[in-house]
């Protein structure tokens, strides 16, 4: 399967590597090299995540990390499509949510 980041997913992870870079640029280039690694094992695992919040996606658990990754797996279109980057301590925004009303009713398809 291919996997396809949403721009929100990827802004999400831009976002947290650039938080981190401020103090430890090192950390921020480890921690993105961990969600890509983590991702990239979905494509011959798609059901590797935890069933997730919101009915209809699955979420992957970053291994040494405190991210989760939402995703959803579209078999009509043997796709994986990666929707956000959340860090664990941190409450999500929001305004996050709306994106996850269309993932529920199959009104967000666009994919980076």
């Known amino acids: 399967m291919q996997v396809k980041w949403l721009r929100t997913a990827l802004l999400n992870l831009e976002h947290e590597a650039e938080y981190i ?12 090299q961990r969600v890509r690694s983590a991702v990239s094992k979905l494509q011959e695992n798609p059901a590797m995540g935890r069933p997730g919040r919101i009915t209809g996606t699955r979420e992957l658990v970053v291994p040494d990390t405190r991210y989760i990754i939402p ?4 078999h009509e279109y043997n796709r994986i499509e990666i929707l956000r980057v959340f860090h664990c301590s941190r409450k999500p925004p929001e ?3 709306p994106v996850f009303s269309l993932v529920q009713t ?3 398809g666009g994919a980076a």
């Open 21 to 32: 870079r401020q103090d430890n640029p090192a950390a921020a280039r480890l921690i993105v």
């Open 71 to 74: 995703y959803r797996v579209r």
């Open 95 to 97: 305004h996050w949510w």
């Open 106 to 108: 199959g009104r967000l």
